[in-house]
């Protein structure tokens, strides 16, 4: 069973993110949230990045004070727009962000399986200790929904095509580290009945992420600024991709159900390798703007996963998720984003 929702009250951590700033940029155009409230800690998005976007929609005006900016719009139709400038970590500004809010969209994170492995307790108290500090201020507050960004790193090393039912082996930090917020959720949902959802994120590309190191981002900036594609290891291990669009499709439609305690992968059920990336991007920049670009192979890096792609079909059967862009569409409107800065 399926809840429409109009209008809701969201909170968004990592909202000045690459996936955060696509979900905002969505939710003011299609009308869905009546106030957005963003948590983020600007290490890796920042306040133009969400200005960038939120002058899509027209002149704004702002108030600040030390660690929060309020946004108007001149037009009263647009959504109330509030960024608190904080860390998930501090439980004080988590529980301030959370006030008044019913629908979570937890995106905040120590990304990336490199920094994991240099890091790992680093990447623990982000990832475990901040997400529980949003589950439990959710819990305190009533949150109707909470929505938590996982990913395939959870499952590890595991023969593909990955699935809900699959037994999870993470093989980096980062991947236990996710795996812990998914527990988590589980168990805020089954405990203290808090609609939890969690989405495995597959391999997200697109528009508004330049400053990302995800394998896209980085082939296209490299690309375009004549530096040569870098891929680790034989570029035969594999990846799902999912343009950003298709993604926030997902996130919205996990807004709107009634379920709880559940996680879907949300991708495209097709593998790709990575050498099939680079030269889809090699083709594409040389095709448009008659640069000549060149890949290199380096060592492999730990904790990397061989093979990962994801079986979709509990997403599309309970969610109603269909990801609607293949690769080459994909590809080239995050070019041409990348160019039109």
């Known amino acids: 069973m399926k809840n429409k929702i109009t209008q809701n009250n969201w909170l968004i951590t990592g909202g000045c993110g690459f996936i955060g700033n696509n979900l905002i940029k969505r939710l003011i155009k299609d009308r869905l949230g009546k106030k957005i409230c963003i948590l983020d800690n600007l290490r890796v998005g920042t306040i133009e990045d969400l200005e960038s976007v939120l002058i899509e929609f027209g002149n704004f005006s702002r108030t600040s004070s030390d660690t929060k900016i309020n946004y108007t719009f001149e037009m009263e139709t647009h959504s109330t727009i509030e960024l608190l400038v904080g860390d998930i970590r501090n439980k004080k500004i988590v ?13 905040a994170a120590n990304t990336g399986v490199g920094a994991s492995v240099e890091n790992p307790i680093q990447d623990m108290e982000v990832n475990v200790t901040g997400t529980l500090n949003l589950l439990e201020a959710s819990r305190k507050n009533h949150v109707k929904q909470f929505i938590f960004a996982s990913s395939g790193a959870t499952i590890g090393e595991v023969e593909p095509p990955v699935h ?3 037994v999870p082996k993470p093989v980096s930090p980062y991947g236990a580290s996710k795996l812990s917020g998914e527990g988590y959720c589980s168990a805020y949902y089954r405990a203290f009945g808090i609609k939890t959802i969690s989405l495995r994120f597959g391999n ?14 980085m082939f296209m900036k490299r690309a375009l600024n004549g530096k040569t594609l870098e891929i680790y290891g034989d570029g035969k291990q594999t990846r799902d991709f999912i343009y950003i669009d298709d993604l926030v499709d997902a996130i919205i439609l996990a807004s709107k159900t009634e379920i709880g305690g559940e996680v879907f992968q949300i991708a495209t059920y097709k593998e790709t390798t ?3 990336i680079a030269d889809a991007v090699k083709e594409l920049i040389e095709k448009e703007t008659d640069e000549k670009v060149n890949i290199v192979y380096r060592d492999c890096r730990p904790g ?3 093979r990962n792609f994801s079986d979709i079909s509990k997403a599309r059967k309970i969610l109603g998720f269909e990801p609607k862009y293949d690769l080459v569409a994909g590809l ?8 039109h800065k």
């Not at 997200?204 to 981002?217: D, E, F, I, M, T």
């Not at 080239?332 to 160019?339: A, G, I, L, Y």
């Open 204 to 217: 997200v590309y697109g528009p508004l992420s330049r400053h990302k190191n995800s394998v896209v981002a």
């Open 164 to 166: 809900e039912g699959k």
């Open 304 to 306: 990397d996963v061989k």
């Open 332 to 339: 080239r409107k995050t070019f041409e984003c990348f160019v």
């Open 274 to 276: 990575i050498n099939e």
């Open 95 to 107: 529980e301030d962000a959370i006030k008044d809010v019913n629908v979570v969209v937890h995106l």
